[in-house]
């Protein structure tokens, strides 16, 4: 049985670090094309731009479109191409790493991640989500090499809007769950091998630091501090959730999460919100001990995570509506297969609804 553990050759994590930006790409070439989104570019650009400046480094700024899929990774491929750039950086959310993860790819070049929020755990693997044109999910891209460095400035994070934070929490928090339903099934994890006992500590240490600080980092966030327990949980929204799901293995929250996807309607919720509720599917899938459910409900109310699919924008709970979502959960291609027993649509659909009668109820609204 072969176990594969896969990380970025570098994580830095600290303060200010995005005046160090340049340095570090100097590392890798000469001149680099950082894809950042329109309102990054107003907040960050003149501090990336003064860093390079520094540092004798070139620069190419490229606003990103807004949707990591096939079109828009050949549209900035072509403008790698044109302007000789040697390292690709993305600056900003998950969507953008992705997208740049896949550009360093096809190109051939080194790649940096630079996040200025902390959302999803998408930074640290050798992964790219796609996305069709219109924003539903399509296809994972598996890369041969986790990203050459993810470098996260807790000070920018920290000022982020707090939602962005939460919602890496709801990604992170499916890390154990799926790691350890793969470990149950045997699964084969994005990293190509079986779960090992370092995926699945590091997926623990996520959960544990997510339960003992996510509540404390929130508080801190609406305040702009950030503390240590913003910086724990930055670290297992980013590194822990990141190392842990690609060598521990996706299972039902994220198979859950792209069959939400295909409801419109859900398309202007965050990655990790969605994802969230997809723990809750799977876990009422298993039958997890009332007790032990109630519990982490508490915790997701009380950070601000989404436990029901009102939440999500799904008002329609019909069987008509939410039966193709359960399907597109269920597809061969997507992870469902990995949890230690075999589910159909149907059974998806109704822990779906049972879920989210949990969530009604945790919320007070049952």
Known sequence: MTKIFRSP????QGAGEMNRIGQYALSFGKKALCLISAGGRKRQGVQIEQSFEAAGCGLVFEIFNGECCHTEINRILSVVKESGCEVIIGVGGGKIFDTAKAVSYYAKLPVMICPTIASTDAPCSALSVIYTDEGAFQEYLPLPANPNLVMMD??????????????????????YFEARACHAADGVTTAGGHVGLAALGLAKLCYETLISEGIKAKVALEAKACTPAVEHIIEANTLLSGVGFESGGLAGAHAVHNGLTTLEETHHMQHGEKVNFGTLTQLVLENMPETELNGLLSWMVAVGLPVTLGELGVTDLSKEHLLPAAEAACAENDTMGNLPFAVTPEEVYNAMLAADRFGRRALGKE
């Open 9 to 12: 050759a570098c994580y830095v």
């Open 154 to 175: 807790t000070e920018i994070i920290a000022a982020s809007p707090v939602r962005l934070t939460v919602s890496g929490m709801g990604d992170a928090m499916a890390t």
